[in-house]
């Protein structure tokens, strides 16, 4: 199901923002973007989307920046001058003229600037003894990728042609508070100022409509590389649910392309899976082990540095509700139980008190997609989504932490409720209903 969805997500997705106004295609250059212009020395130009399509992430804000991408951009280079977030995540991604993943840079690549701590002290870890707001330097470099790359640095590649455009992409998870968005400028590639002109008005007057900006979606994962060897085997226990029922509703990995250029806007550091919910008229109950997460668990290395639970319209894109990690009922045994409503709404006790988070139905028009989020994955972490292998069963290598759902009518899911019965015993009783 969802290899065929993703085969066409792209030109689905294209054609649903045309349709919304929302067309990703950059506009044509008019003679104004011709004309001279003040230099550029502040965040001009930096934009926030506002769409919801391609299965967008609640918690997440997003900010775009237009540049130009020509063979008049040769020789230079955007300096970016920025701060630490106080966010759980945010990284720079790289896109082409149509959306295509050019390259990209999470926080924890980031060097600080000489007299500036960062807070983030590996993949997953956040050293709580550093605030936010250190300052970092990073360029984007109009140059092919060397087999080295420069600390600091995202390539756009040599573009010969006349004409061009890339799209700078800021995401932040999790954030506290406003985001105080980088300053921006051109210069030569040796750090002199560079000329006034198209790259400083292209910066601060993006001609492209806004496009919804989102993480990707399950054609969003690019993720890290898979463990190696010797990495922690996933857990194999009593969470473990042997065989299946006809309620299973099956989770897919969405495989990433481990070449930069395939989907639209995907967010590089993700791992996704994916379940179509087609019945209206019953609950969906989810269940998995919850991924440690920094400032949770007490876990010395976390598993994961964010984690979501969504539930989304299928055909339409549209994001209805997430549940971050922060917020997720987590039993004492650490798994995490989610109560997705049918047509009559959110039963009583699909609630925190009785163990889980609650997600709204898509609704009659459309069925639902439920979409399991993963971002930056520790290497030894044997949960992480995007270590599982092509056409590997996701059960035998993700264990505990592969997410299983299963539809429960409504009368046995409050049977149970007013029973007592625990959020992984309603599970079992709705999976194994005739």
Known sequence: MLSSLLSRWSAA?????????????????????????????????WTEPNGNTAYPETHARYFRLALPRNNRTRGLRLRIDGAYLASRYFSYQLYGGTFDAIDALADYQIQPNPGSQSPLAGITRIDPAVSPGGQYTVYVVFADKPAKPAPNTLYAGDLRLPFGRNYLFLRAYLSTGLVPLPRIRYQQDDGSPAPDGLFERSACNDGAPPASLNDGGPDGNKGTEAPAAGAKAAPAGAGLLAGSTGRDIRFEVYQPRRALGGGVVYNQNAGFMSAK?????????????????????????????????????????????????????????????????DLAGRPLGADAQHGFSYLPSAGLLDNGLLIVRQLLADPDFPGAINAVPPDADPQTVLGDYNPQATSCPRALFSARIRAGDRAAQIFAACRAAR
């Open 277 to 341: 919910i087609e019945r209206r008229d019953e609950l969906v109950l989810v269940r998995f082990r919850a991924p440690s997460v920094p400032g949770r668990h007490g876990a010395v290395v976390p598993d994961v540095r964010y984690w979501s639970l969504c539930q989304n319209r299928h055909l339409l894109q549209t994001v209805i509700a997430c549940v971050a990690d922060q917020d997720a009922a987590i039993d004492a045994s650490g798994y995490f139980h989610a109560v997705v409503g």
């Open 13 to 45: 997705t294209v054609v649903l923002l045309a349709l919304l106004g929302l067309s990703p295609v950059p506009a044509t250059a008019t003679a104004a973007d011709e004309a001279p212009a003040q230099r550029l020395d502040d965040n001009c130009g």
